[in-house]
């Protein structure tokens, strides 16, 4: 009989009940396939895999990460706490020792949405990974958190969250976003002021296969995550990287991504993208499961594959060794690129205009951020969107020291009223969530 050496934990929510519609490409079926895959090879009967009901994550959950316009009722459904949930499930039983590693295998995915959420960006309402961290945090005192996110698709909702958190590294293998949807992630973006550096991405040029992927984890994050010491490494472990994806142009396979998970070594992972229902999600999903929990995977294979029709050009390989380099030397020229950008300025300011795809929302933020070497710095966004809803969402990180602490109260109390619907402050050393409404 099949042992594990490392005991791992599964939740599977296929969401039954939402789809944006019936033909999308985020559908139910994405995990049902899945599913009788892992039932027909036998998988659960494997002793040192356990498979977990989800969850329902807790409103306190959601407002530990988001600033929902107007509450988080009419921005989420059911599925939404739950796949949250089905997350957040995963990483108590990963801290309670329960089990080593976990993957959430739930829907609807979440790695589009940012701090603000008015609406669904890229299938994506309210971002799964971020709350399961955070409730981690709160609960079990997590602070240092590496987050790999390796969806073809570049993260900027968890990137968002975490642009201004020293403590949270976040690294983005995507397809370069001058190809592909939400066309960001570009190497410049490397994080806030007083955070710079530890936002990474590695956008990769069409067509890149097994090859470049693994040499990007080998020669560049495997060396910053030892460096950097997580207490945690999670895996946003989007599968739209795989060659026969439909809303992508990438070469990876399911032996690649049980490799890159062997090689991460990640405490949890947690489903993204990946809409390659019959001709990929089985096999990925089978590989990473039996790599998580250090069973041999040699032998999954997708019926299609062809190593040859699917090697890199030399062309290709270069592009992703400079690509690779220029994260790593992004990482490690961190703290001087961090003192020259605070300076002796006070605060930065920086505007966006946001998208919101799933739901045809337009939306324009102002932020302010405090400039701080002592913590991650409060910061306040005032924020405006095209359906008339306009807010401020004031934020204070968990580790902020006493200056910043008393900004972002300042930033709260003295807000008018009469400018905004209303004045959010989420109060993270104190784990509350205000509101001031007209």
């Known amino acids: 009989m099949l042992k594990a050496k490392h005991q791992t934990g599964l939740v599977f929510f296929p969401a039954f009940d939402w789809a944006i519609s019936p033909t999308h490409p985020e559908r139910e079926e994405r995990l049902l396939y899945t599913q009788d895959q892992i039932m027909e090879e036998g998988l659960l009967d ?75 960006r890229g299938f994506c309402n309210v971002n799964n990974e971020a709350i399961m961290i955070e409730h981690l945090r709160h609960a079990y005192g997590v602070k240092r958190v590496a987050i790999i996110d390796t969806d073809c698709h ?11 958190d020293k403590d949270t590294l976040f690294v983005s293998i995507h397809q370069d976003g001058r190809t592909l949807y939400p066309g960001s992630g570009a190497a410049e973006e490397a994080g806030g002021p007083n955070a710079y550096g530890t936002t990474l991405n590695i956008p990769l040029p069409p067509y890149t296969s097994q ?42 396979c399911a032996q690649g991504y049980a490799r890159m998970t062997s090689l991460l070594k990640p405490d949890i992972a947690v489903l993204e993208g990946g809409y390659s229902i019959e001709g990929a999600l089985p096999y990925v999903n089978v590989g990473i499961i039996l790599a998580l929990a250090g ?11 062809n190593a040859d029709n699917l090697r890199q050009t030399p062309e290709i390989t270069a592009d992703v060794k400079m690509a690779a380099q ?43 951020l405090q400039l701080c070497r002592e913590c991650s710095g409060s910061f306040k966004i005032d924020s405006r969107a095209d359906t008339g809803a306009h ?6 990180p968990v580790n902020a020291c006493p200056e910043c602490i008393e900004t972002a109260n300042q930033w709260y109390e003295g807000a008018d009223l009469k400018k905004f619907d209303a004045i959010f402050l989420q109060n993270r050393p104190e784990d509350t969530y205000r509101v001031r409404k007209k």
């Open 211 to 252: 090859e470049g992927f693994l040499y990007v984890i080998q020669e560049a994050i495997l060396p910053i995550l030892e460096d950097f010491k997580p207490d945690l490494i999670v895996n946003s472990a989007g599968q739209d990287n795989h060659f026969t994806d439909p809303l992508t142009n990438m070469n990876f």
């Open 295 to 305: 069973i041999d995977y040699c032998h999954v294979c997708e019926p299609d594959y």
């Open 391 to 396: 807010v401020l969402c004031v934020h204070i």
């Open 46 to 120: 494997i002793n040192g895999l356990h498979e977990y009901k989800a969850e329902v994550v807790e409103i306190s959950d959601v407002q530990r990460v988001h600033f929902c316009v107007p509450d988080p009722w009419k921005v989420m459904t059911e599925s939404h706490f739950i796949s949250a949930g089905g997350a957040k499930t995963i990483g108590k039983a990963v801290m309670d020792k329960k089990i080593e590693r976990g993957f959430a295998l739930v829907r609807p995915p979440g790695h589009h949405a940012m701090r603000v959420v008015h609406g669904g």
């Open 154 to 164: 570049h993260g900027d909702g968890t990137q968002d969250i975490y642009w201004h």
């Open 326 to 368: 220029r994260a790593l030397k992004t990482y490690q020229n961190r703290e001087q690129t961090r003192a020259m950008r605070i300076g002796d300025k006070k605060f930065d300011e920086r505007r966006r205009s946001i998208f919101y795809d799933t739901d045809g929302i337009y939306e324009n933020q102002f932020e302010t």
